[in-house]
């Protein structure tokens, strides 16, 4: 087998219209237009698809609550993490920065998915 590149990541979400706001309003991601089969919404990311699903019932508990970044989570380049960290503040997001001491943060999505955001070098 030979794997050549990554297509999507879905994550299960209770509202859809919540999560819409969250993903395509806050994080500003930009929506697939899909005519789908059940309640979900696709986004794009260069070329990287995240599929939010509506899940009739959702975790509750994250594994690790003091280190956001020990649960699963789904990672995004950023070109400024601060203007991120204040689009975040500015709409009532949780943040907690990266323990490691790197440019990056994570934040929860109104169904307490983690999303990372980090800033990346542009050599990267």
Known sequence: MQITHYLHAAVLVSDLERAEHFYGNVLGLPKVERSLKYPGTWYQVGEFQLHLIVAPSMPSELQ???????????????????????????????????ASGRAALFTQDPDSNIIELSQQLANR
């Not at 970044?69 to 997001?93: E, M, T």
Request: hydrophobic residues 45%; proline residues 6%.
């Open 64 to 98: 690790n609550p003091e280190k956001w970044g020990r649960n699963a989570h789904i990672a995004f380049a950023v070109a400024d993490l601060d203007a991120a960290k204040n689009q975040l503040i500015a709409h009532n997001y949780p943040i907690q920065m990266s």
